[in-house]
């Protein structure tokens, strides 16, 4: 059951997240560019909206560095996983036949900026997840927990273009942002599956904690009438 999902098997499942969270960012970066060229002439407007996918993000840097502290980091990853869905929404509908270039550009951009803000939050989180399934194994646990997370993103960037390619060349642009959109759902589930993990584990560890006090405080009262 996915409460009784031991630490490995958690951490395996967010390497998983990590494979496809950096494949599906990787996947629609330079299918972006390509949309974008395709119906625009001027380099420098591409250019300018590319940036787009850092502009929002780096404004946002700051105010939301402590929300995974705040408000936990599997939420926060899970939350950015409802961006991740939600931008391929857009990519999706940006694919259509028959829109005007503005409509266009919009769609792209605004897919842009929510993938953006979701990988600023959930790479975070993913590696703080790491480290703290980890923590039991003290500090060199979670540092090979972390190396590990970032082996698989290279994984996942160096793949996410090759197939970008391949589709675009032998199918079409719209079939990379199915497979974007596919992608997105698997997160989506996995973040789901860990959210309850971690939920279980803080129930958990509240019960052994109000259990140890009421022991202590069980035990204060017998000295006391000692």
Known sequence: MIWRLSP???FYLLNVYNLFFWFSRELARPTISIA?????????????????QSFLPLLLAIPLSSVGDRY??????HAG????????VSFLAAGQDQLTELTYIALLSIGQILS??????VWVAIQA???????GSGGAGARRAVGQLVLIMSAGSLVGPLVSGQLIERLDMRSVWIVYAALAVLQYAISRVLLTYWNARRRAERVSGDAAAAGLGADAAEAAHA
């Open 116 to 121: 953006g803000i979701s990988w600023m939050i």
């Open 81 to 88: 996983s409802w961006l991740t869905v939600i931008s391929a």
């Open 129 to 135: 997840l790491g480290s703290e399934g980890a923590s």
């Open 8 to 10: 490995r098997s958690a």
């Open 36 to 52: 974008l060229t395709d119906r625009i002439d001027s380099a420098a407007l591409v250019g300018a909206l590319l940036s787009v």
């Open 72 to 77: 936990g980091h599997d939420r926060v990853m």
